[in-house]
């Protein structure tokens, strides 16, 4: 009988995944349960960027100087500094899946590269969220920065790279692994890396450097500050249309998982 039963389950393995993870976090300990997303709070910052973009654009074309533009731009910086962190932690336990696509957090399923296009996406910025989700990492990250702003690392440790990013400028970054993408955020404190996670607890999460097992398991390590970048930041205000790197879809749909 043991036999037979573990011939069914292994035939029907790809139907009784989701039941499996599903079954294996509802007997996690009361602290490692997962978050419920936040849609309602969502739907509000998305009203309040789209608020903010307006009217930092009106005042960076009224400006009549160039220390009076990059006050603005300092001002728009620290505003996505600020909205997008909570903009992701509305995900918070938004079940991940290798396909999904939800349009908003708690509305389905998201994969990673899903996740971090639809939070762009929904916080002003101009994007095709579909083609730039389905690009490698390194595509995902080279749309929104130049190429002098990426940092590649490939076989450092997980504790050297982690070191230069604790110090590193304060800012949203997006990082790309072997078969990830995600988002980085450094701060004074360190960072927290949020994306949603193809391991266990198998939801968006944000985890402190500690927890980030997908990023220490990493070989490869890409990442980019897209904040402190004057021209994405006056792409945003403009409302310009980011040209996505790549064509097509990635072929081993690196950025999905």
């Known amino acids: 009988m043991a036999a037979i039963l573990c011939a069914v389950c292994w035939h029907f393995r790809v139907q009784l995944a989701p039941l499996w993870r599903e079954a294996r976090v509802a007997v996690m300990p009361a602290a490692m349960q997962i978050p419920k997303p936040d849609i309602a709070r969502y739907r509000?910052?998305?009203?309040?960027?789209?608020?903010w973009r307006k009217?930092?654009?009106?005042?960076?074309a009224k400006a009549q100087t160039t220390a009076e533009k990059k006050?603005?731009?300092?001002e728009t910086r620290s505003f996505l500094e600020t909205v997008l962190p909570e903009m992701m932690d509305c995900w918070l336990g938004t079940p991940w899946d290798f396909h999904g696509t939800a349009?908003?957090?708690?509305?389905?399923?998201?994969?990673?590269?899903?996740?971090?296009?639809?939070?762009?996406?929904?916080?002003?910025?101009?994007v095709d969220r579909y083609k730039l989700a389905q690009q490698p990492s390194q595509n995902i990250l080279r749309s929104f920065v130049p190429r002098e702003a990426m940092e590649v690392?490939?076989?450092?440790?997980?504790?050297t790279w982690a070191a230069e990013m604790r110090t590193a400028e304060p800012g949203i970054r997006i990082v790309g692994l072997d078969s990830h993408v995600a988002f980085l955020v450094t701060g004074r404190d360190g960072f927290r890396f949020i994306h949603s996670s193809g391991s266990r607890p198998?939801?968006?999460?944000?985890?402190?450097?500690?927890?980030?097992?997908?990023?220490?398991?990493?070989?490869?390590?890409?990442?980019?500050?897209?904040?402190?970048?004057?021209?994405l930041l006056r792409a945003w205000l403009a409302g310009k249309k980011i040209k996505v790197m790549g064509e097509g879809p990635a072929t081993a749909s690196a950025a999905r998982r």
Not at 153 to 159: D, S
């Open 71 to 74: 006050a603005v731009l300092k």
């Open 202 to 231: 198998w939801c968006v999460v944000n985890e402190s450097e500690t927890d980030a097992e997908v990023l220490r398991r990493s070989n490869y390590r890409v990442q980019g500050l897209l904040s402190s970048d004057p021209d």
């Open 55 to 60: 009217d930092l654009a009106r005042r960076h």
């Open 44 to 51: 509000t910052l998305k009203e309040e960027a789209a608020r």
């Open 103 to 126: 349009e908003g957090p708690g509305q389905g399923r998201i994969a990673c590269g899903y996740f971090v296009a639809t939070v762009l996406r929904d916080a002003g910025f101009q």
């Open 153 to 159: 690392k490939v076989g450092i440790p997980y504790e």
